[in-house]
């Protein structure tokens, strides 16, 4: 029973020390900079949700059009006036093509 005690506090000594060391990886997860520490991470961790795109990458060529940067030749830039000349009036007399034939309607 004498020998129990030391014995008991010798093991604890040793024991202690080395199971209160932080593991490392510990030191990770706690980190904030983790990009895995994430709420939906901790309570799945196989999720992937917001780690990737939700749409996959466009592949070849772009099919969208290429917008033109504004610039005062093609009117993306000034002040909104209407540069275009004065509209003509409608010609409402309706022009007949020729005819080959002399005989006029």
Same mark, same amino acid.
């Given at each position: 029973m004498k020998l129990t005690l030391p014995l008991l506090v010798i093991g604890m000594a040793v024991w202690l020390p080395t199971h209160a060391t932080a593991q490392p990886w510990l030191h990770i997860a706690a980190n904030g900079n983790n990009p895995y &520490? $994430? %709420?939906v991470q901790r309570a799945n961790p196989n999720s992937r949700q917001g780690s990737v795109p939700a749409t996959p990458p466009v592949r070849? !060529? $772009?099919t969208q059009p290429v917008p033109r940067t504004p610039t005062v030749e093609n009117r993306g830039i /000034? &002040? /909104?006036e209407n540069l275009r000349r004065q509209q003509r009036? %409608? &010609?409402l007399e309706p022009t007949r093509p020729p005819r080959?034939? !002399?005989r006029a309607p």
């Open positions: &520490n $994430s %709420p070849g !060529p $772009s /000034g &002040n /909104g009036t %409608p &010609n080959d034939n !002399p």
